[in-house]
């Protein structure tokens, strides 16, 4: 089953996992972003998206079917507090052309955001390293568009999160 139909709900890894581990893939549709936080719908529930406390997330990324000559940032909502961070996800990546974008780890100013990132860049190691970031309360999800040129963009915002 490829990433893209697992998009549509919760996928139980197998009990061969331990612990009973839960990967959930949500999905929310972003049409024509403002300038200005925005909350993230959840597609699969109409509702808010919001990953659980003590979840912990392992990716975020964009699918972008529209493009917008412009960026975007995402993460938690600043006003939840406990380090969340709105472009803790995925920080000014470019919408300018169609397909999936992912932060990159690459350079001193990576777009993957510092929630998903391991501190450690030196110009002796010019690559930070991926991490996982745990939840520790409630974490709902914004995305912030760089500029209102992008109200011609049209993608899905994709967070993948396990939960025991």
Do not use: W
Not at 138 to 144: E, F, K
Not at 152 to 159: S, T
């Amino acid at each position: 089953m490829g990433l893209l139909s697992k998009v549509r709900g919760k996928v139980s890894v197998g009990a061969s996992d331990v612990g009973g581990v839960s990967t959930h893939v949500r999905r929310a549709r972003i049409n024509g972003a403002a300038s200005g936080e925005t909350a993230a719908v959840d597609l699969s529930t109409g509702q808010a998206m919001v990953v659980p406390a003590g979840a912990i997330i392992d990716d975020c990324f964009i699918v972008v079917s529209a493009a917008a000559g412009d960026t975007i940032e995402v993460g938690g909502n600043a006003a939840s507090g406990a380090g969340d961070d709105p472009d803790g996800l995925l920080d000014a990546v470019s919408i300018a052309a169609t397909g999936t974008v992912r932060g990159s780890l690459a350079a001193a100013t990576p777009t993957r955001g510092a929630m998903l990132r391991a501190n450690g860049y030196s110009a002796a190691s010019p690559v930070y390293s991926p991490q996982a970031h745990v939840c520790d309360v409630a974490c709902p999800i914004t995305y912030t568009n760089s500029t209102t040129g992008g109200a011609a963009l049209k993608a899905d915002l994709v967070v993948v999160y396990r939960t025991a």
